[in-house]
């Protein structure tokens, strides 16, 4: 059943979350990066639901609408441990997940969080964290940049407030060149991340995953990050991706992983709306999962080398 995408709040990991949401049948989780909001996914929801499924997306925590943490946490583990809340209270034990760069990293970290409950997972824009470590390079680490400027205390926030949220709008040019995106496209992440509150939250993402890496006490934390994914997986890059480079997605491979390319930047899923939704909707379905899942590996480490 196919209706108007809604929205409400529900409780998840003891936080108000605030979600969009459509559709009836097995749950799959949109979850959006930075800077963005869970209205990146407005394309994609209405086409799941017409497939046969309940589409979600929540604004990630501290991303207003949705509460941010009393206590500041959002580690990528307790991140993690929202997208499984939430699956809880929509009544769901299985679910799928696609994910835009932060929320591919955490798609892909829940997942081995949870490996019997995730069924599938979309990554889009980022890589999986092993395949991203491995292959960080001179250009890479320059277009990384903004990961070093985050962990400065105090200034991002203020930084990424002033003249309306103007450095938003600076990043998405930068990273998808090509995308001649709207002010309508941009108001809700404005929104989003217009109180100190919530830029502190968003930055949090990035203030917490050094820690979480290099922590050697948490040996199993860091296998969660960093080991190969633990889902059948798909791993979306945008060819003209300014922000992360095709070059990093070489050697993405697995038993059940492959790579596709779609013309476009960073937010390819927005540029190519439609292919996007095809390739995640293909993927999800039975068929979809199995046809050419191999077949294609050989081709796309070709056409990244």
Same mark, same amino acid.
């Given at each position: 059943?196919?209706?108007?995408?809604?929205?409400?709040?529900?409780?998840?990991?003891?936080?108000?979350?605030?979600?969009?949401?459509?559709?009836?049948?097995?749950?799959?989780?949109?979850?959006?990066?930075?800077?963005?909001?869970?209205?990146?996914?407005?394309?994609?929801?209405?086409?799941?639901?017409?497939?046969?499924?309940?589409?979600?997306?929540?604004?990630?925590?501290?991303?207003?609408?949705?509460?941010?943490?009393?206590?500041?946490?959002?580690?990528?583990?307790?991140?993690?441990?929202?997208?499984?809340?939430?699956?809880?209270?929509?009544?769901?034990?299985?679910?799928?997940?696609?994910?835009?760069?932060?929320?591919?990293?955490?798609?892909?970290?829940?997942?081995?969080?949870?490996?019997?409950?995730?069924?599938?997972?979309?990554?889009?824009?980022?890589?999986?964290?092993?395949?991203?470590?491995?292959?960080?390079?001179?250009?890479?680490?320059?277009?990384?940049?903004?990961?070093?400027?985050?962990?400065?205390? =105090?200034? @991002?926030?203020?930084? #990424?407030? +002033?003249?309306?949220? $103007?450095?938003?709008? &600076? *990043?998405?040019? /930068?990273? %998808?060149?090509?995308?001649?995106?709207?002010?309508?496209?941009?108001?809700?992440?404005?929104?989003?991340?217009?109180?100190?509150?919530?830029?502190?939250?968003?930055?949090?993402?990035?203030? =917490?995953? @050094?820690?979480?890496? #290099?922590? +050697?006490?948490?040996? $199993?934390?860091?296998? &969660? *990050?960093?080991? /190969?994914? %633990?889902?059948?997986?798909?791993?979306?890059?945008?060819?003209?991706?300014?922000?992360?480079?095709?070059?990093?997605?070489?050697?993405?491979?697995?038993?059940?992983?492959?790579?596709?390319?779609?013309?476009?930047?960073?937010?390819?899923?927005?540029?190519?709306?439609?292919?996007?939704?095809?390739?995640?909707?293909?993927?999800?379905?039975?068929?979809?999962?199995?046809?050419?899942?191999?077949?294609?590996?050989?081709?796309?480490?070709?056409?990244?080398?």
């Amino acid at each position: 059943m196919n209706g108007p995408v809604e929205s409400f709040d529900i409780t998840a990991n003891g936080l108000r979350f605030a979600v969009r949401a459509t559709g009836e049948g097995p749950l799959v989780l949109c979850l959006h990066g930075f800077p963005d909001s869970a209205n990146t996914f407005d394309d994609l929801l209405p086409r799941l639901a017409a497939e046969g499924y309940r589409a979600v997306a929540p604004f990630m925590r501290g991303y207003a609408p949705t509460a941010a943490p009393r206590d500041g946490d959002c580690r990528v583990t307790t991140l993690g441990r929202d997208i499984l809340g939430l699956a809880d209270a929509l009544g769901s034990q299985r679910f799928s997940l696609v994910g835009h760069d932060w929320g591919s990293v955490i798609a892909l970290t829940t997942a081995a969080m949870a490996p019997v409950r995730v069924e599938r997972v979309v990554a889009a824009a980022v890589p999986p964290l092993r395949w991203f470590l491995a292959n960080m390079r001179p250009a890479q680490i320059l277009r990384s940049w903004y990961i070093g400027y985050f962990q400065l205390p =105090g200034w @991002p926030e203020t930084h #990424l407030g +002033l003249s309306d949220g $103007r450095f938003i709008e &600076w *990043l998405w040019r /930068r990273w %998808s060149p090509d995308w001649d995106f709207t002010e309508a496209d941009i108001a809700p992440v404005r929104a989003a991340l217009a109180t100190r509150a919530a830029r502190r939250a968003a930055l949090g993402y990035y203030r =917490g995953l @050094p820690g979480a890496l #290099l922590s +050697l006490r948490r040996a $199993r934390r860091r296998r &969660w *990050l960093v080991g /190969r994914p %633990s889902a059948p997986s798909l791993c979306v890059y945008g060819e003209r991706d300014r922000c992360i480079g095709p070059e990093m997605w070489r050697g993405v491979t697995g038993e059940d992983c492959r790579i596709e390319g779609l013309p476009g930047g960073h937010f390819m899923h927005r540029e190519q709306p439609e292919a996007f939704a095809r390739m995640v909707t293909d993927f999800l379905s039975a068929g979809g999962m199995n046809a050419g899942l191999r077949s294609g590996r050989e081709a796309d480490a070709q056409r990244l080398a």
